[in-house]
């Protein structure tokens, strides 16, 4: 974060220098791979040509119908939501205090943290401390993905407290304590009536997390930046005021502030990191639906938010192929291609491979990657998710497309991560109970994430 503005300024020499043909291929769009549709005929089930049994364990009885009770519909994708509805991002880093770096009011939509405010303070050390109004409940792991994790949270009271979003932009009026009891002040009000060409973006706050609990998917739908004509802004701490972090690269024909938000935030964090008894997916049946094709599977996880879409096979297997989560109002999906195999039914050595992506609003672009499986002795399955893909954005204002190729962290940050699992029978002989170890691991730090 403190470093990719430099790039912004070396990219916009590169443009000037380069002439037109050259800006036009900077800043053209960015063409999303095929995948296929929903409902079409693209497999046919794993090893066809040699038959279900050269992946999954025999059965006996090959005209049973049903399950095995030994081998219960497991899901090792889940799509954990968080109720951050809208947020701002206010940048001190050219004339920063002795502690803070800039500030991130979130406001909190209710769901499982309650409904409010809560501010982020970015601190020059890495860490970040948390002020939460009364009522708000928050998780401490939730910040470890903020870089180098959470230093203090506390409860504020905060007067003012306004955080609005509306046709001519932003309106925040905010005042709070911090740590050491001095008065943060922060307002913005923007007045330019001029067009408007908001994007969405996956913010990169992943790119500097350290020991990340989860791949973090901070999606931001009609993001923007403050424009400075028409603006009043003011960050002050104990009276002392510091100047806002412009940005070089004029934003849709405008200059900007390198203070920028989002009115509608969709925040996922993917298979986080957990050592837990994994629960049987619940079937809701298969639903005759033409445009999944035949055969097609639904379930829900242990929490319901979590949906799923699979193919019925042969002997009550079922291959997931669609897991998703419904956020304020957006679909979060993860679509497999293949599907994934039925793991609790996997003979031993048996391995599987394939792709996924992460899609939500199309405005969001996708995220892809590479998922494998493989099977083991004893029950023991393994499994690794890759984001090798990156970030795919979606349809953007060409000036924002030139962003995210001169900084490459916006695209590139998720393939710095890895996940890794294993799915195993908590005992021989325990039917249905099994146990997921998983964890993220950080491949790489990503160039321009800290």
Not at 225 to 247: K, M, N, Q, S, W
Not at 278 to 292: T, W
Request: negative net charge; aromatic residues 10%.
């Amino acid at each position: 974060m403190r470093r990719w503005r430099w790039f912004v300024g070396v990219g916009l020499l590169a443009v000037a220098s380069a002439g037109v043909a050259m800006a036009a291929v900077l800043t053209r769009s960015f063409p999303q791979a095929p995948w296929p549709a929903m409902g079409e005929d693209f497999f046919d089930g794993w090893s066809p040509g040699e038959g279900w049994a050269a992946l999954y364990r025999e059965v006996s009885g090959l005209d049973a119908p049903d399950l095995h009770p030994h081998e219960p519909l497991l899901s090792p994708f889940h799509l954990e939501p968080d109720p951050i509805g809208s947020l701002l991002l206010a940048n001190i880093e050219e004339d920063p205090d002795r502690v803070y770096l800039g500030f991130e009011p979130q406001w909190f939509t209710g769901g499982w943290a309650g409904e409010g405010m809560v501010v982020l303070g970015w601190r020059t050390d890495g860490l970040v401390d948390v002020f939460h109004e009364a009522g708000i409940d928050l998780d401490p792991e939730l910040y470890r993905i903020t870089g180098e994790g959470m230093h203090r949270m506390a409860e504020r009271e905060f007067r003012p407290r306004i955080l609005e979003f509306g046709p001519g932009g932003v309106h925040m009026d905010l005042g709070f304590h911090d740590l050491e009891g001095r008065q943060v002040e922060l307002f913005v009000r923007e007045t330019d009536p001029g067009t408007r060409r908001p994007f969405g973006l996956l913010a990169p706050v992943g790119g500097a997390a350290v020991r990340p609990p989860a791949l973090p998917l901070v999606l931001l739908r009609d993001f923007d930046f403050v424009r400075r004509r028409g603006t009043e802004i003011r960050l002050a701490i104990e009276g002392r005021e510091h100047a806002p972090d412009p940005l070089a690269l004029p934003m849709a024909g405008s200059r900007v502030w390198f203070w920028r938000y989002s009115p509608k935030a969709v925040v996922v964090r993917v298979n986080p990191e957990d050592r837990v008894l994994v629960e049987p997916v619940r079937s809701l049946g298969e639903v005759p639906d033409p445009a999944r094709g035949p055969g097609s599977f639904q379930g829900t996880g242990s929490s319901h938010a979590n949906r799923m879409e699979g193919i019925s096979r042969p002997h009550g297997r079922v291959e997931l192929r669609r897991f998703e989560v419904e956020v304020e109002g957006d679909t979060v999906a993860i679509e497999l291609h293949p599907p994934l195999p039925h793991l609790t039914a996997l003979a031993p050595g048996s391995q599987a491979a394939g792709q996924f992506r992460i899609s939500a609003h199309p405005s969001l672009g996708s995220v892809d990657g590479e998922w494998s499986v493989q099977a083991e002795e004893g029950g023991r399955v393994h499994m690794e998710v890759t984001p090798s893909g990156g970030w795919t954005p979606g349809p953007a204002p060409r000036s924002a497309n030139l962003l995210f190729r001169v900084v490459d962290l916006f695209r590139g940050w998720p393939t710095t991560y890895r996940w890794e699992a294993s799915l195993e029978p908590t005992s021989p002989g325990a039917g249905d109970a099994y146990r997921l170890d998983a964890r993220w691991i950080r491949t790489t730090e990503h160039p321009g994430g800290a």
